[in-house]
């Protein structure tokens, strides 16, 4: 069945070298950099990629993700707490714009 | 046995590729010794399918065998495994005579088994005779470890675990008590010395437990976890990940170059984990107990299939633990 989302598409990131090289080359030199061990343990990493993950809504990452967390130490409680993390950020933005539904009413209203 | 799988490259061809073909081994430091598939757990990740119902076990002979050739050479380390190795009626007798003759033994040790009638005790047996004891424990938490070994094993395990720390082990410097994990599924181990920590900070937090080292070791793609790969649909991914985290420095340090693996019925394999595929030793060194020939047995060829990419990928996985640092 045709689906905007395939799993075996994670597979064939690297084909976005193909017409930019320089740029995935640099890309990727970061992406790696980004994850190594630094302040934040890779683990630490790895979580906040997960509940990133989530944030945006991205099925490629959420699958990498979980495995990567998972393999590097964490259990099924911190991820769930790392997926709360992005709920709670995403519906407090939500909510944080109802400030401005507010202000908006209050300008239009006696 | 193992399945083939489509898409992946023979290990054998990995192992050209570095330049590390034909595989040899480079000495025995340690003879591994199989006492049976007897054990009082039938854990998910199992590559032995040991369980209490198996009946297979090392008689006396054999081990009458093993000790002398023991006592004939120089190899300086017995590991002792099985199954529940300490469930075999002569265990105690084995491991006495092997630390009689001055060698380190390393006993393997489920934890839940000290809990078993009779078995009360080998804690301070284990002290009496130094021996040093590799003990499983999967995770630091009730769920995860239950999930893999039964529900209440990780409880037993924690108690377990008190009654070493009671007469030393991990706490006092000559009484070496290591944890041995396995990944929950069908992902990679951690890397060790993070996950180590993890497990010292959790597991003194919350149970006042100590230890010395953790091994983290990968899930091999055999037996009863080859089982759960197939019904979950695992198999074909798992052995890409495996073999896409080919590491030819964890290639060059593989158990198998430097140990013989000795099974319950006396025949000698390059591994435990050929020993469950019946891949005995090949290729002109003797594959019996009764016809051991150090010289030849040292110099091996050994026998390499794809389920050898477990020991391979990533940071390198065997009995003791990661075998390099990426």
């Known amino acids: 069945m045709d689906t905007y989302y395939n799993p075996a598409d994670l597979d064939k990131f690297g084909d976005m070298g193909k017409n930019a090289p320089e740029l995935w080359k640099a890309f990727s030199q970061y992406y790696s950099k980004v994850f190594a061990e630094g302040a934040l343990t890779e683990r630490e990493k790895a979580l906040i990629a997960l509940a990133v993950a989530h944030a945006v809504q991205c099925p490629y990452c959420i699958d990498a993700y979980t495995k990567a967390a998972l393999e590097k130490g964490s259990n099924r409680e911190q991820m769930t707490e790392a997926v709360h993390v992005a709920v709670a950020i995403r519906g407090g933005a939500s909510l944080v714009h109802g400030v401005q539904m507010r202000n908006t009413a209050d300008g239009i209203s006696f | ?326």
């Open chain 2, 1 to 326: 046995m193992t399945i083939p799988c489509a898409g992946i490259v023979p290990f054998e061809a990995s192992l050209q590729k570095s330049g590390l073909a034909p595989f040899h081994a480079r000495g025995i430091g340690t003879l591994q010794v199989n006492l049976g598939k007897k054990c009082n757990q039938s854990c998910k990740h199992c590559h032995v399918e040991a369980g209490p119902h198996r009946t297979e076990t090392m008689d006396g002979e054999t081990m009458d065998r093993v000790l002398s050739t023991l006592a004939d050479s120089a190899i300086p380390v017995v590991d002792i495994t099985g199954g529940a190795p300490e469930l075999h009626p002569r265990y105690r007798q084995f491991a006495a005579a092997c630390r009689g003759m001055g060698k380190t033994v390393i006993t393997r040790c489920n934890l839940t088994v000290l809990l078993e009638n009779g078995c009360e005790d080998l804690p301070k047996f284990f002290r009496a005779r130094s021996l040093v004891v590799a003990a499983s424990l999967p995770y630091f938490r009730k769920e995860e470890t239950d999930a893999m070994r039964g529900a209440g094993t990780f409880e037993k395990s924690v108690e377990a675990l008190k009654r070493l720390n009671a007469v030393g082990y991990g706490v006092e410097p000559e009484a070496e008590l290591n944890l041995v994990y396995n990944p929950g599924g069908a992902f990679l181990p951690p890397p060790q010395a993070g996950l180590e920590a993890l497990f010292r900070e959790e597991l003194l937090k919350k149970h006042g437990i100590r230890f010395n080292r953790l091994y983290t070791i990968a899930n091999m793609p055999l037996a009863r976890f080859l089982g759960y790969l197939n019904r979950s649909r695992n198999y074909q991914k798992y052995m890409q990940t495996l073999a896409g985290g080919f590491n030819s420095c964890a290639a060059e340090n593989a158990m198998c170059r430097d140990m013989v693996s000795v099974g319950y019925d006396g025949t000698l394999y390059d591994c435990d984990f050929n020993q469950m595929l019946d891949l005995a030793v090949n290729h002109g060194a003797p594959s019996r107990i009764e016809h051991w020939d150090a010289q030849k047995l040292a110099r091996r060829e050994i026998v390499t299939g794809d389920h050898c990419y477990g020991c391979t990928a990533g940071a390198g996985s065997s009995c003791g633990g990661q075998t390099s640092e990426n």
